[in-house]
């Protein structure tokens, strides 16, 4: 099975992201069909058109609105014409987790609840068709994985159906904030909206890694080409790739642990009190340390006193020396370079009956994966819900096939 590989050049829409993939051949029927099946038919008309953008050829997508009324749209109609929808199960579920995400967001930026928000653009038919056509899309094509690139936001102003908006959106910002989008500053520059509401929330659904694969080959690509007119190429790509990485991994080979050089620095210390020392330890630990253990020892003229050891990024020994030195009262700080091997894994999310929980997979030499939830995660749904911490990890760890990372394996 094949992987698909976004390439935001620089930023991101529905609009582009559609006619990317009807370049790279998904047929036009595929697109409307779910939008037949929910009774969209007559009101717009869709158009993929050959065009160019600084010179590249791609595709640009019209979509005409035949419906005279004004409708405005809310979340809550959006999900009933949805879920009565007759589309199948894992397209459903697609096209809903996007609104309901563009939902969330609009709600959180105007502070009310989500069932209440008025969709304006994105209620608009036209933004409709793209996002159920580019979900019919990817669901045709049924990726194994799908991997995108980290999209510019852009800056200046844009006019909406609130007015006069500063770049990126509100919207957009929230998106990025609570899916945890990184995103790049390098055209920070160019005036436009680069990416738009739609073309974030697709990217946060429907992206299992925002960063392309460290290894792969092209079987074929498609070119979609934006509306705005800028001094470089406006467009996104979408690739059918081969990830040679994670093909290894699929087919169970040996997966050699990786090896890094590491520092260890540490120290005894019988001159500061307890809680001193216990701030000193929070104060590695937030400045970016490894790990950190401490242990009561007793030193010269039977003073119990602190042994501390750090472990520690290479790349960081000096400003961890000063650290030292600094917040602690010890004079000499030891350190030697180290190597350690360590199994690759990754953060993401679980979804599950509590809703979206933090879990951090480890990928095993024989390739099996093992998942375990957050600490943290397990504390806090065991004083909401009053129930076992094994009961709770169980839970979790049924609901594994509904992994979502949040980055590749590192």
Known sequence: MQDVLIECSPGISGDMLLGAFYDLGVPKKVIEQPLIDLGLKDLYQINFKESKSCSIRGIKTKVENID??????TWKSIKELILKGHLEDKLKKIIYGVFESLAIAEGKVHGIKSDD????????????????????????LNPNRVYCNEPTLGKGFVHTEHGKLSVPAPAVIELVRQKNIKVLSDWSSIEG???????????????????????????SYGVGIGNLNFPFPNLVRVYKITSFYNSSINNNEQISPKREEIIIQEAWIDDQTPEDISNFVEKLRIEGAYD???????????????????????????FFRRLWFDYSNTIGVRERTQSRWILLRRRGECSTIF?????????????SII???????????NLEHKISTYEIRKIIKESSKKFKAFENWK
């Open 68 to 73: 005279c009324s004004p409708i405005k749209r």
């Open 193 to 219: 909206e680069l990416s738009t509401p739609t073309g974030i929330a697709l990217l946060a659904n429907l992206v299992d890694y925002l960063e392309p694969p460290s290894k792969y080959s092209i079987n």
């Open 117 to 140: 928000v008025h969709f304006h653009e994105i209620g608009a038919i036209d933004s409709l068709v793209d996002i159920i056509g580019v979900c019919a899309a990817l669901n045709y």
């Open 292 to 318: 950190v253990s401490y242990q009561a020892i007793n030193m010269k003229k039977n003073r119990i006193g602190f042994s501390i050891q750090a472990i520690l990024p290479i790349k960081k020994k000096e």
């Open 371 to 381: 998942m375990k939830p957050e600490n943290d995660e397990v504390l806090r749904l």
């Open 355 to 367: 809703g979206n929980i933090k879990v951090k997979q480890t990928l095993k030499p024989d390739g």
